[in-house]
């Protein structure tokens, strides 16, 4: 075969590529803003297979599988974003939250519980950490942390496991109080946060008053 006739066939073949990748791209993008989250993932999917370093179709096919309550899927999809873009602090955000929930499974071990419980609250950190000054954002990004902290803490004072750690439960109760609190600060009336922060003292209060299981 000549080397133009080569040329030329990988030409088209990268032309088609990227006629494919861009068409798949806008139909997920559409379905993704419509809010057909399965429609998204069918299209994200095909569009991320031609292109996987486009950030944004790996963006929304992790938020598509986060709302398909495909978790496990979602977090494989934001490790690629923040391979890609490591200063993305909405792809740790919402890593974080996948993994809060995956961390709800009843199937998982406790191994793998505590894994993603303590992974979101990384996460958490690291979506604060990127732009410490954007109060809106880490209103929420607190807020999740503030739960996840309260969830790990739950999680280490259940008695009779391999996994009790008094200390570590206390102390992430803690924790979850201060989150609490600085979501308070920034927005008094916020009457939910009070709430989840009394429930939470109740819980430390009790902790601190309970001998150990043996």
Partial sequence: MKVSVILSFLVISSFNAAFAQNAYFKLGQQAFFDGDFKSAVSHLEKSCIIDSTNASALWMLGYSYYHSENYKKSIQAYNKVIAIKPADGSAYYYRARAKSYLAKDNQLSDADREKNLLGA????TKAIAIDPNDTQNNTKFYQNRAIAY????????????????????????????????KVLTDNPNRTDISSLMETVKTKLTVATTTSARH
């Fill in 150 to 181: 309260r969830e790990y803490g739950e999680f280490k004072l259940q008695a009779n496991t391999h996994f009790y750690d008094k200390n570590r439960g206390i102390n992430s109760l803690k924790a979850s109080i201060n989150d609490f609190q």
């Fill in 121 to 124: 609250i990384v996460d958490f």
